[in-house]
């Protein structure tokens, strides 16, 4: 199945990473189907796309809500019909010492996060099931193989992604659902002509990556002709976690 003929849904498509991976596959043709917790941020993306004449359906949702996921997958199966492919994208972090980190801070990144992906691909699986197949990528990082102080929370949530990808490849298979990762690791979504040489230089890759990179990656995951591919982490980070890092 082309990439115009494939119906798309990004979470967390208001800014970021998701933003950039629905323009794409909104400008190769797909339909795309956009999801934000953020109203004013998914109205400015779905305005975007819409105004370049892409096929687009919106619908605001917060993943750490249990009964919104599931309110808007019978949303989905209603207004679109179908689903190929789930890029699961939503996520955020809290970047507090791990002695003051709160419990309802720790369940909200947790929910958010790990939580809110098993739902989505759980929902997702339920209409690729119905119509022979599809692919789910879920957005990991390279903070779930290597880690800065005070991130516990989002540490622990994208390893539980990893793990979870794995657990759910082989769990799907038999439907024919292919359920890959990907680990970002630098992923500049602002002005990129900001970064200093020094930003370029320190990865193996001579430079920061930008959301195309997983864009890219993304089209690779959901290509069918790509079905022998699954339960893998791709991480994408320009080398970084390949570099030893001594002080002189």
Not at 3 to 14: C, E, F, L, R, S
């Amino acid at each position: 199945m082309a990439v115009d003929q494939q119906y798309v849904m990004i979470t967390g498509a208001g800014a970021g990473i998701g933003r950039e991976v629905a323009w794409a596959y909104a400008s190769k043709g797909a339909t795309v189907i956009l999801t934000d917790k953020n109203a004013e941020s998914l109205a400015q993306t779905t305005e975007r796309l819409r105004s370049g004449g892409q096929r687009v359906f919106s619908q605001v949702l917060d993943v750490s809500d249990p009964a919104a996921i599931a309110a808007c997958f019978a949303w989905v199966r209603e207004s679109a019909g179908r689903l190929d492919a789930l890029i699961n994208n939503a996520g955020l972090g809290a970047w507090k010492s791990p002695y003051d980190l709160e419990v309802d801070e720790w369940d909200y990144v947790l929910n958010t996060n790990l939580r809110g992906t098993f739902l989505c691909a759980r929902e997702a699986a339920k209409l690729m099931r119905a119509s022979g197949g599809g692919a789910i990528v879920n957005l990991a990082s390279t903070r779930a193989l290597m880690s800065e102080p005070n991130s516990e929370a989002y540490a622990a949530s994208k390893g539980g992604i990893v793990a979870l990808t794995h657990a759910l490849a082989v769990s799907l298979g038999p439907d024919l659902i292919r359920v890959n990762a990907i680990s970002p690791g630098w992923i500049e979504t602002g002005d990129y002509g900001a970064l200093r040489p020094i930003d370029h230089a320190q990865h193996p890759a001579q430079r920061v990556g930008n959301p195309d990179d997983i864009a890219r990656a993304c089209f690779y995951l959901t290509d069918p002709a790509n079905d022998f591919v699954t339960g893998t982490n791709l991480v994408i980070d320009g080398g970084m976690t390949r570099k030893m890092m001594y002080e002189e």
